[in-house]
């Protein structure tokens, strides 16, 4: 049993047990604690005479396989012979009942819920509800069986109207399914509450499970059954009659694949819908349609023409607008929904853009192209009439107990005809016997002293039964002409005649038989509702379409990548001064980067995690930006301290980081651009930007592990040049909170393979942490910081001796407190090209 079953059973047995509580703090369970309910004692507690003591795990699975079974057999799933679930059969038969056919005039929803919930389906009336909207939805039900009249819903997801407000009447359809039930041809049962009857299920002359579909979730199993085309199914149903020993991977070839009310096309190549078929699970993927529209100088105009199955069309154009809005697809210009009663997207592309290039980007990241989990499961009938079992079918299965179940109805229906035949045969006779006694009848009749008394003499005279007389009895005198007299003598020769014809039928099955009614209905119902409606569904395979890969989605253009200190981050396609950019109040720039829209920028956060993501990811906007937690899993406390844009032209390279090495003879390993980490607690590292190149998962990749209570500070980018064979010019310029300066080459610095601790920077004491720091290029480069007093103060390699890393550094000044590093004014970001 999955996970679901067994909370299911937790939860029954925690019901169970708190009921009995009370009885299990009177006396000790005899069952090592799991039987609740005690045995006898002295105050007179214990089991009543109604209650027994049962084993609490054996009442959980009783009453958890109740539910079960209850879910499978009376709700989630339907009859593989009507294709109906209980709540839709049980709406149909009380249409019926009230006479609401494709005839007669619409009647309130709500009437037909309330007799429905009243009379057959105990549950809330917006469950049966909703199940008759669904019903009477053209782009839900291949061939609907409810005609609505109001609101009832839309593609787009908008509810349908209140019951109160909508009407309702059975469609042509939904008829056939019905106009056999009152010749004895299905099995009926007592309702929920024993006060009537209703069929255990209808007897169908449409395929309706496969026609319809149906999806479904039970307990510990579900259904998912795509609609099909009457047509076809009805020609395989034919096929399967005149040759029984047909196949499903046979049957595959009429019944091309799945026929969905919205259209669409599926791209399943044909072994695969087979495969389907005979294994009765499997994935279909559909795709909307599209045609060219005109175009002008400067745009294109493509329009959609229909929507892959059970997708909201409103939420795709709201996809696809997000697409256009974030800039993604740069030759997606525009989108708009001018469906009427036909769906009717419009999309704007540039002059010279590749429509199959759009449309495949657009298959991948929208719904524009789904999947349909196909699972054939039902209920198959059982030995016992009223009970069914579920089953996973294929194709041949599912029409083969339809046909079965539809000989069984022409079965019955024959023999209720012949009963009733019979029935008038037999008076009709009893009519002719006393034809020529008519005055000897009459006679008697005025001599009796009443009914019975005339009926007793009849029956004793000329040989008849009670049946026979009470019908004498019962003839209006104009019947005595001897015209009507001829009509009896006529009708009853034409039923003789019937009689012996349904006779032999019910005696013959070959195709000339039973088989021959089944099959001249198929024909029929194929007549009247599938000619007409024409297959929606495109089936054509993809295997010679154009593949295209990530890269080739994204068109390469210019663009800025800003990140606020708040963690704000936008692109924009130039930023002239990031100083006077857009911001929230109280929020500052933390970085501005520029790159191509083909490569990546990485953000780096104190916790020692890189987060990198391709230029065209990040959200495009001239307000204030998205928060970066809606790109990455940022935890508790993180935060940004520095990006950087790996465009090759950012970072004044068009190589491999790992190839760009020192001489070899200085004996230094490391990348000539690399980058360099500082932690609180005085620690720092160098390690490769090559490792976060490439984009990450939303938890990004680990560049760093501080110690526990410390973060990284910042995270500077450096490109170092030897001035000699062993030299290298990089400074490391670093404060601390007690007003302590560190600065030391950058080659004392170890540089790491992979994330870790790094080597001590500056040694500080308990109550110090490290404020900021700079990677220096030159002696004139500065490190600006505020003291808490609101004074600066200025550090440099000119002012400050050089020392080795691992020391206490240089004092600044004798009292106070360095609170902050004042950061740089950001500069527009520049891009160098190649020469």
Request: hydrophobic letters at 35%; one cysteine or more.
């Amino acid at each position: 049993m999955d996970d679901t079953g067994t909370q299911e059973i937790a939860t029954e047995g925690r019901r169970l047990a708190k009921r009995k509580s009370s009885s299990r703090r009177k006396s000790k369970s005899s069952d090592e604690g799991l039987l609740f309910g005690g045995g006898a004692s002295e105050e007179g507690g214990g089991l009543k005479a109604s209650e027994e003591q049962v084993s609490l795990h054996e009442a959980a699975q009783k009453r958890y396989l109740n539910y079960a079974l209850s879910v499978i057999t009376s709700r989630a799933l339907p009859d593989v012979r009507d294709g109906f679930k209980p709540v839709q059969r049980r709406i149909g038969f009380t249409m019926w009942q009230q006479r609401l056919t494709h005839e007669a005039k619409f009647r309130k929803s709500a009437k037909v819920v309330g007799d429905v919930m009243g009379n057959y389906h105990p549950h809330g009336d917006s469950s049966i509800y909703d199940a008759l909207v669904r019903m009477a939805q053209p782009f839900a039900m291949r061939l609907p069986m409810v005609d609505g009249s109001g609101n009832f819903g839309s593609l787009d997801g908008d509810p349908a109207a209140a019951m109160r407000y909508t009407e309702c009447r059975m469609t042509a359809a939904a008829v056939e399914m019905l106009n056999e039930i009152g010749q004895n041809t299905v099995t009926f049962r007592p309702n929920y509450d024993g006060t009537k009857s209703e069929p255990v299920v209808l007897p169908a002359k449409l395929p309706n499970l496969l026609l319809n579909g149906a999806t479904g979730i039970a307990v510990g199993m579900a259904t998912s059954i795509p609609p099909h085309n009457l047509s076809e199914l009805c020609k395989a149903l034919i096929r399967l009659i005149d040759d029984p020993e047909l196949t499903s991977a046979q049957l595959a070839r009429t019944v091309k694949g799945p026929d969905f009310p919205t259209g669409g096309q599926i791209i399943n190549n044909r072994e695969e819908l087979t495969q389907i078929y005979k294994t009765g699970s499997g994935t279909v993927r559909t795709r909307g349609t599209w045609e060219a529209g005109p175009a002008t100088r400067t745009v294109k105009k493509l329009y959609i023409t229909s929507i892959p199955y059970m997708v909201n069309k409103s939420t795709l154009v709201e996809r696809i607008a997000d697409v256009v809005i974030s800039r993604k697809m740069p030759l997606l210009l525009d989108v708009r929904d001018v469906s009427t009663d036909d769906i009717r997207i419009e999309l704007d592309l540039k002059k010279d853009a590749d429509e199959n290039k759009v449309l495949a980007y657009l298959y991948k990241n929208t719904p524009l192209q789904s999947n349909f989990s196909v699972n054939l499961t039902c209920l198959v009938p059982t030995d016992n009439p009223e009970v069914c079992a579920p089953d996973r079918l294929d194709l041949r299965s599912i029409l083969r107990y339809f046909l079965n179940f539809r000989l069984e109805v022409v079965t019955r229906r024959l023999e209720h005809e012949l009963n009733a035949l019979n029935k008038r045969i037999h008076i009709l006779e009893g009519f002719m016997t006393v034809f020529d006694a008519l005055d000897e009848i009459i006679r008697i009749i005025r001599k009796s002293e009443g009914k019975a008394d005339a009926a007793s003499k009849i029956i004793k005279k000329f040989k008849l039964d009670e049946e026979q007389t009470d019908a004498i009895l019962e003839l209006k005198l104009y019947r005595l002409a001897r015209l009507e007299i001829l009509v009896i003598q006529d009708e009853l020769k034409a039923k003789k005649k019937r009689a012996n014809e349904i006779k032999k039928l019910l005696n013959d099955e070959t195709a000339n038989g039973r088989w021959k009614i089944v099959r001249g209905e198929v024909e029929e119902m194929e007549q009247r509702f599938g000619k007409t409606d024409k297959r929606r569904s495109l089936i054509a395979s993809v295997d010679d379409e154009p593949e295209f890969s990530e890269e080739d989605f994204i068109v390469a253009e210019e663009a800025n990548v800003l990140i606020t200190t708040d963690g704000w981050v936008k692109r924009q396609k130039e930023i002239k001064d990031p100083a006077n950019t857009r911001l929230r109040e109280g929020d500052s720039v933390l970085a501005c980067v520029a790159g191509s829209t083909r490569n990546t920028v990485v953000f780096f956060s104190n916790l020692g995690t890189a987060y990198t993501a391709r230029v065209l990811d990040i959200p495009a906007t001239t307000g204030y930006g998205e928060p970066i937690q809606k790109l990455f899993k940022l935890k508790d406390g993180e935060k940004i301290v520095a990006a950087y844009s790996l465009d090759p032209r950012a970072l004044g390279t068009d190589k491999k980081f790992s190839d760009v090495k020192l001489n070899e003879k200085s004996g230094l390993e490391w990348p000539l651009q690399h980058l360099l980490a500082v932690t609180s607690d005085g620690y720092a590292l160098r390690i490769s930007i090559e490792n976060y190149i490439e984009p990450s998962t939303k938890a990004g990749r680990k560049f760093a592990r501080p110690a526990k209570g410390s973060r990284v500070v910042g995270v500077e980018l450096v490109t170092t040049k030897p001035r000699t064979k062993t030299k290298l010019l990089e400074t490391i310029l670093a404060v601390s909170a007690n007003c302590r300066a560190m600065i030391c080459k950058a080659e004392d610095v170890n540089f790491l393979s992979g994330p870790g601790k790094g080597v001590q920077l500056i040694k500080l004491a308990k109550d110090d942490q490290i404020v900021g720091f700079k990677a220096s290029t030159g002696d004139r480069d500065l490190l600006r910081v505020k003291t808490n007093r609101g004074a600066e103060k200025t550090i440099s390699t000119a002012k400050y001796k050089t020392t080795s890393r691992g020391g206490k550094g240089t004092e600044i000044q004798k009292h106070g407190k360095i609170t902050s590093v004042i950061p740089e004014e950001p500069a527009p970001p520049l891009l160098i090209e190649d020469e």
